[in-house]
C-alpha cells in the first residue's frame, strides 16, 4: 500500500540522552535479552519434551513464554542496534512493522492471561470436571484464538494509520506505537484516535471481564472453603496472579502515558515504565512458572541434575 508520507524516517528521540552512557546501557539490554531468550526457551523444551507435563496449565504457561520471545525479540534487538550504531532514526516503514509486533504482542500477552484465568477457575472450582472443561482440544482451540484474533483483529486497526501523512519525525520514546506516530500527522487524526481508543476497550475489556469472573468466584469458594484448601488455592493462584499484575503495570501505565498528560512524572521513570510491559513479564514469568509449581521445578532440576551426572563422570578411555 503506497504511503503519502512526508517523511520517510522516524527519529526516537529517548536515544539521546542515553549516548553517554551507551555502552553501560547495551550491556544492561544485551543481558536481559539474553535472559530472557534462555529462560523461556528452556522452560518450553521442558514443557515440550517432558510428557507429563502435557496438560492444559502447563500448554499455557508454553504459550506464554512464546509471547515473552515474541515481544522482547521485537524491540530489544532493535534497541540494541540503535545503541550501537549510536543510531536514534528509524524507517517509517520499520517503525510501523514495530508497532504491529508491540501491539500484537501486548494484546495477544493479556488475551493468554485471561485464558489462564478460567483455567484456574476450572482447576478450583470444579475439579471434578477439570479434564472435561479443560480438555487439550479445548484448549488448543483457546489458544489458536488467543494468538490468531488479535493478529487478525488488530490488522484491521493497523490499515488506518497507513493512510495517514506524516510531516513531524519525532517520537520521544526508544520504540514506535501505534499513538505516538499518529500524534505526528499533518491531517487530523480524530478518526484514527477514536477508532484506536474503542480498540483499547474491545482488547482489553474482554480480557478483564474473564479475569474478574474467574477470582470472584475463586474467592466465594475459597470462603467456604477449609484453610488447608484456601491454601492449596492460594499456591495454584499466585504465579497467576503475579502473572496480571506484572503485566497491567507496565501495560495500563502504557496507555494512561500515550493518552494523558504525564510530565510530572519524572522523565527517566517514564521511559522506565515504558519498557516495564516489554521486558519484566518476559524475563520474570519464566522464573515465577518455574520454581513455583512443582511440577516444572521438579523436571527442571532433574533435567539439570541428570546433565551434571553426565559431564561428572569421566570417559573410561582415559585410562586406557
Request: net charge positive.
Amino acid at each position: 500500500m503506497e504511503n503519502s508520507s512526508t517523511v520517510s524516517s522516524i527519529i526516537l528521540s529517548a536515544y539521546f540522552g542515553m549516548q553517554d552512557f551507551k555502552y553501560m546501557y547495551f550491556s544492561i539490554f544485551f543481558i536481559l535479552y539474553i535472559g530472557i531468550v534462555a529462560e523461556n526457551v528452556i522452560l518450553i523444551v521442558v514443557i515440550y519434551t517432558e510428557k507429563t507435563l502435557h496438560q492444559p496449565m502447563y500448554f499455557l504457561v508454553c504459550n506464554l513464554a512464546a509471547n515473552g520471545l515474541y515481544g522482547s525479540t521485537a524491540l530489544l534487538p532493535a534497541v540494541l542496534r540503535n545503541l550501537a550504531w549510536s543510531s536514534s532514526e528509524i524507517s517509517l516503514a520499520s517503525c510501523q512493522t514495530q508497532i504491529y509486533f508491540i501491539h500484537t504482542y501486548a494484546i495477544v500477552e493479556f488475551t493468554i492471561i485471561g485464558v489462564m484465568s478460567y483455567d484456574r477457575y476450572v482447576a478450583i472450582c470444579h475439579p471434578l470436571r477439570y479434564h472435561t472443561l479443560m480438555s487439550l482440544t479445548k484448549v488448543y482451540k483457546l489458544v489458536v484464538f488467543s494468538w490468531l484474533c488479535p493478529l487478525v483483529a488488530f490488522q484491521m486497526f493497523y490499515i488506518l494509520p497507513l493512510q495517514l501523512k506524516y510531516c513531524m519525525k519525532n517520537i520521544d520514546k526508544l520504540y514506535c506505537i501505534n499513538y505516538s506516530l499518529v500524534k505526528l500527522s499533518c491531517t487530523n487524526p480524530s478518526v484514527v484516535n477514536i477508532v484506536g481508543l474503542i480498540c483499547v476497550v474491545l482488547y482489553t475489556f474482554p480480557q478483564l471481564v474473564m479475569i474478574m469472573y474467574s477470582y470472584a468466584h475463586i474467592l466465594r469458594i475459597c470462603a467456604s472453603s477449609s484453610k488447608e484448601s484456601k491454601l492449596k488455592a492460594l499456591r495454584t493462584c499466585i504465579p497467576h496472579l503475579f502473572a496480571i499484575i506484572n503485566y497491567c503495570v507496565g501495560y495500563f501505565f502504557e496507555i494512561l502515558q500515550s493518552r494523558f498528560d504525564t510530565n510530572h512524572i519524572p522523565y527517566r521513570a517514564q521511559v522506565f515504565m515504558s519498557l516495564y510491559f516489554l521486558i519484566f513479564p518476559p524475563i520474570l514469568n519464566p522464573a515465577i512458572y518455574g520454581l513455583s509449581i512443582k511440577a516444572i521445578r521438579v523436571k527442571l532440576f532433574k533435567r539439570f541434575d541428570n546433565k551434571n551426572r553426565i559431564l561428572s563422570v569421566k570417559d573410561p578411555r582415559l585410562f586406557i
